[in-house]
């Protein structure tokens, strides 16, 4: 099966959960996003990798004229509905993958990724596509899950993230954001990082992990160090830390 259909199906058989996650459904980080839609007066945002449309509703509420974007029909069809049910008629759809933008150049103010781009094929080949349709004086925002710089944290981190979605593909280090943002003609303006309790039953249920998986992952867990147990908090039923970082970047040219 092809990388694109993966995650194709492993997200639209999960999109009304993914709606209903209060882990994606709240955040201070999309209050931080309609503000600042507000603060740029942005006319024109695109929300890459919408999912259930959670950033997008975000940004429409300030106003900016929204085109949620992402893999999955079964997503879009749901953030049709779901903006339709909010009274939000700033909002369109379209259906793509986040490597090859179906836009023209310079036409957003504000592009915003949010929990997607660790399943994007070739990241750099996207932020390429993104600062090609994102205005000079345009901003992006990437939230992601993020690695840590040591070794044995990030090692720990993939071997879960793709034991637990066979669609993931890699949580990126700030550093390496940060060096592929600037191979990019990206300038970091914000950065920030917090961390985000995980409740293992319910992360593995949104994630549709099999119950091999499972298992997998809490022999995984049983035989970590103390470091590493230190590290992601992890509880006696699994649950665990994610290290989550807020990227705004700015074209340089
Ligand atoms: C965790 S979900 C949605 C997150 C959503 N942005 C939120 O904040 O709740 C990740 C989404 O990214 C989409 N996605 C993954 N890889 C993609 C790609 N290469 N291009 C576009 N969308 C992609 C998936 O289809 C999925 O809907």
Redesign the pocket.
Known sequence: MKQ?RL??E???GS?QA?LS?S???NGTD?QRLTELTRNLACQQAL??????????FAMAKAGAAVTA????PQ?LSLVEHEAAQRGLTNITTQL????HLPFAEASFDLVA?????H????VPA?LGEIRRVLKSTGTLVV?DVIAAENPLFDTLLQTVEVLGDP?HIRDYRVSEWRAMLQASGFAVSENNNWTLPIEFASWTAIKRTSDLRVEAIRDVFAKVSDEVRQYFKLQADNSFDLDITWLQAKPTV
């Not at 974007?69 to 999955?72: G, K, R």
């Not at 990724?113 to 781009?117: L, P």
């Open positions: 694109r995650v194709s492993q997200f639209g999109a993914y996650s882990v994606h459904a999309l929300d890459l990798g919408c999912g259930a449309g959670h950033s997008s974007y992402d893999l999955s997503m793509g993958g986040a490597e990724t949010r929990f997607s781009a399943h994007w094929s070739n996207a939230i669609s």
